[in-house]
């Protein structure tokens, strides 16, 4: 009996971990802050390929000193089936910014637009 239970806690856990952050919002915050604090691996697991390859480029010019307050405010969230728009304000940058995220195997990631694409905000 104490094996089932301790088996179902575990269960429970390991289902719960899995639902963290897995909403766009969500995700959009942790990009950003881990964009602005230069924390790679971090933007790496949130975003596609091609996604952080963007990224991690510009990283390298825009990052803020570690620890600095991001003050993420969501403005407007737009989700069409697989695709979602996140528009939303740090105090790192003075206009809003737009992400915009895909679900990839139940994950939601940040990946780029083409500059043509435009968002639904």
Same mark, same amino acid.
């Given at each position: 009996?104490?094996?089932?239970?301790?088996?179902?806690?575990?269960?429970?856990?390991?289902?719960?971990?899995?639902?963290?952050?897995?909403?766009?919002?969500?995700?959009?915050?942790?990009?950003?802050?881990?964009?602005?604090? @230069?924390?790679? +691996?971090?933007? &790496?697991?949130? !975003?596609?390929?091609?996604?952080?390859?963007?990224?991690?480029? =510009?990283? %390298?010019?825009?990052?803020?000193?570690?620890?600095?307050?991001?003050?993420?405010?969501?403005?407007?969230?737009?989700?069409? @089936?697989?695709? +979602?728009?996140? &528009?939303?304000? !740090?105090?790192?940058?003075?206009?809003?910014?737009?992400?915009? =995220?895909? %679900?990839?195997?139940?994950?939601?990631?940040?990946?780029?637009?083409?500059?043509?694409?435009?968002?639904?905000?």
């Amino acid at each position: 009996m104490k094996r089932i239970a301790i088996c179902s806690l575990v269960a429970l856990f390991i289902s719960c971990a899995g639902t963290t952050n897995s909403d766009p919002a969500s995700v959009a915050e942790i990009v950003a802050e881990s964009f602005y604090q @230069g924390k790679e +691996a971090t933007l &790496k697991k949130h !975003t596609t390929p091609e996604g952080f390859a963007t990224f991690s480029n =510009l990283q %390298k010019i825009f990052a803020k000193p570690k620890g600095s307050e991001s003050n993420f405010k969501l403005i407007d969230e737009v989700t069409e @089936g697989d695709v +979602a728009w996140i &528009k939303y304000s !740090t105090s790192y940058d003075k206009t809003p910014g737009i992400f915009k =995220l895909v %679900k990839q195997d139940g994950v939601w990631k940040v990946t780029v637009r083409d500059p043509k694409e435009k968002a639904p905000l």
